[in-house]
């Protein structure tokens, strides 16, 4: 429980940090550096979690990542997948609730980042403008990142809701 609450000291500590210095770097640099800098803490605070909490991966078959953009769909478990997935080799685009973005600190550096914010209440729209902003955020270098199940789900319940 100690590590833990260390792990989580430093998280938000940092996440308040680091989403000040994005805010305050995207008025002088190209969000894709901004992104750079997201995940060069994204990498250090995995590896503080690795080490205060024992918490260890493996990640196999990086080689089958392309170099251009490309679209990731996975299943939205718990935070460390939304974190991870933005280190790949491309910056990345995240769908991600409106909601975020109202939140102190972090929403305001996310919304620096080209994120695709949705109302998940307005199912229709929000699928055409995942698609026509999906699509202009490939073709800018971005790869896509989405959770289609919208929600945290554990991998046990199975696919759908």
């Known amino acids: 429980m100690i590590r833990s609450l260390l792990f989580y000291l430093i998280f938000f500590t940092t996440l308040v940090f680091v989403s000040i210095v994005i805010v305050l770097a995207s008025f ?18 995995l590896k503080v979690l690795k080490h205060t909490c024992g918490i260890d991966w493996i990640v196999e078959g990086m080689d089958n990542i392309p ?34 973005l ?36 490939i073709k800018e270098g971005y790869a896509v990142l989405i959770f289609p199940e919208g929600t945290r789900r554990n991998a046990e319940d199975g696919i759908g809701r």
């Not at 679209?71 to 997948?81: C, F, L, R, T, Y």
């Not at 939304?82 to 910056?91: D, E, G, N, V």
């Open 102 to 137: 109202f939140i102190p600190f972090f929403g305001w550096a996310i919304s620096r980042l080209k994120p695709i914010p949705i109302n998940r209440k307005e199912k229709h729209s929000s699928m055409k403008k995942v698609i026509s902003i999906g699509s202009k955020r």
């Open 67 to 100: 170099d251009k953009p490309f679209v990731i769909m996975a299943n939205h478990q718990g935070p460390w997948e939304s974190l991870f997935l933005q280190t790949l080799k491309l910056p990345t685009s995240s769908i991600i609730k409106k909601e975020i």
């Open 28 to 45: 002088v640099l190209s969000v894709k550096k901004c992104q750079m800098i997201a995940s060069f803490w994204i990498i250090n605070i």
